[in-house]
């Protein structure tokens, strides 16, 4: 049985829903905030009592263009994640797109200082649900298809591995509209693909297929689009089953190590090293290993 079920749409045939959502006093002044049930039919979150999460934005016919309510929505997924310390997050799209990027039309309906005023509380709120899980031990999977923009290229750089289907095209699309980047969409591009590269990519919108996204790193691999769904599961499941704290720590010592000297880093390298050895998932790692038999890490419980 699972342990929380949210943004299940209607006859969505789940056992159970839940509003995690931040609640009315959260929300901005902004003129098109909808209920929170909104949320959860924007964005929807499945957690496993192993310890899995599903993700799934939940706007196919519209793209999963991601309006506030969307991204209200993933700050909501982001922290339910958070709280039920969860083993590894699978982060999926419906429809034939992963996400193109913001909800211009929406945006379109406001002007100036109300404009202004909507597009902070939208990048709060997706910057938020970014910052949560970026912090958690859990590792993220992405599974993108179809067209990936703005965003879009945002989310799917976020995960940790990050499936193409054959089918993907990524655009940077934000200046074609007169917008800058953001969903850490200038930070991360130049790490992944590096500083010119990203700036071509992020100046000119030019369309990058999947074979080109896996040769410059933008993504992890491609696989065929009829495969996407099962190969993500069963990365997402090989992760859920390994050292959620070691991957935990494994992932910030990556991210740190990007601006870090070498010798902080080395001493970041050791800290963490000797924690991990000392720890629940290092002694059942290493007795596995002696007994020459698989590990079991998911007997120790992982934490937020």
Not at 65 to 76: H, K, P, S, W
Not at 195 to 201: F, H, Q, T, W, Y
């Given at each position: 049985m699972d342990r929380a079920v949210t943004g299940a749409g209607p006859g969505a045939g789940h056992p159970a829903t839940a509003d995690v959502g931040a609640g009315a006093a959260d929300r901005a002044k902004t003129g098109v905030s909808r209920p929170a049930a909104d949320r959860a039919r924007s964005v929807g979150v499945e957690i496993q009592d192993d310890g899995l999460a599903r993700v799934t934005l939940r706007r196919g016919q519209a793209g999963n263009?991601?309006?506030?309510?969307?991204?209200?929505?993933?700050?909501?997924a982001a922290r339910a994640c958070e709280r039920a310390?969860?083993?590894a997050v699978l982060l999926t799209g419906e429809g034939k797109s992963f996400c193109v990027g913001g909800d211009l039309g929406e945006f379109s309906r406001l002007s100036g200082e109300a404009l202004e005023k909507h597009l902070v509380a939208v990048t709060d709120a997706l910057h938020d649900a970014l910052r949560t899980f970026a912090s958690i031990d859990a590792p993220m999977v992405a599974a993108v298809q179809g067209a990936v923009a703005g965003a879009g290229i945002g989310l799917a750089a976020a995960a940790d591995v990050t499936l193409a289907a054959d089918n993907v095209t990524f655009t940077a699309a934000y200046t074609g509209v007169g917008y800058s980047p953001d969903a850490g969409v200038s930070w991360r591009l130049p790490?992944?693909?590096g500083?010119?590269?990203?700036?071509?990519?992020l100046l000119t919108n030019r369309r990058v297929p999947a074979a080109e996204a896996a040769t410059i790193g933008l993504v992890s691999r491609v696989v065929a689009f009829g495969e996407l769904a099962a190969e993500a599961e069963r990365t997402a499941e090989a992760l859920r089953r390994g050292p959620t704290s070691a991957f935990g720590a494994t992932r910030r010592l990556v991210?740190?190590?990007?601006?870090?000297?070498l010798t902080r880093h080395l001493d970041e390298e050791a800290r963490a090293l000797a924690a991990a050895a000392a720890s629940d998932e290092g002694r059942e790692g290493v007795a596995a290993f002696l007994d020459k038999r698989g590990p079991d890490f998911t007997r120790i419980p992982s934490r937020s």
């Open positions: 263009a991601i309006d506030l309510e969307t991204a209200r929505g993933l700050l909501d310390a969860v083993r790490r992944l693909v500083p010119k590269r990203a700036v071509e990519l991210a740190s190590g990007q601006t870090a000297d």
